[in-house]
């Protein structure tokens, strides 16, 4: 059975910093790119940053570039997501997605497994 389980989400203070894993077990995504996705209250499911299949190329939404970091292990099958200067506006139910394909993809369309989620709460 594939699965992708995040951890690491809580509650922090703005200006804050916090770092989500995504581990994926019953396959490897070594071949696949990978994106992290939020959604908050209300709202739709909006692309956060994805990496290719080589971590060697990231993409990202404009408003988290600069303040947060998608990385990629692929011996260990797992990708994380370092969040510094976190905003009260990251408030979000945060997933992790493996792509059908290896390049980078912001369409959450395009991703074929997701995580169940963990909540990133920044409080002002």
């Known amino acids: 059975q594939v699965a992708l389980v995040e951890s690491g989400g809580g509650l922090v203070q703005a200006g804050g910093s916090l770092r989500l894993s995504c581990s994926a077990s019953?396959?490897?995504?070594?071949?696949?790119?990978m994106g992290w996705f939020r959604q908050a209250p209300g709202k739709e499911r909006a692309f956060v940053a994805a990496?290719?299949?080589?971590?060697?190329?990231?993409d990202y939404t404009g408003s988290v570039l600069g303040r947060f970091t998608i990385s990629r292990d692929n011996a260990k099958n797992t990708v994380a997501l370092q969040m510094n200067g976190l905003k009260p506006e990251d408030t979000a139910v945060y997933y992790c997605?493996?792509?059908?394909?290896?390049?980078?993809?912001?369409?959450?369309?395009?991703?074929?497994?997701w995580g169940q989620g963990t909540q990133v709460t920044v409080s002002s």
């Open positions: 997605a493996a792509a059908y394909g290896a390049g980078l993809n912001s369409n959450p369309a395009n991703y074929g497994y």
């Open positions: 019953g396959r490897t995504f070594r071949g696949n790119a």
């Open positions: 990496i290719n299949w080589s971590g060697l190329s990231t």
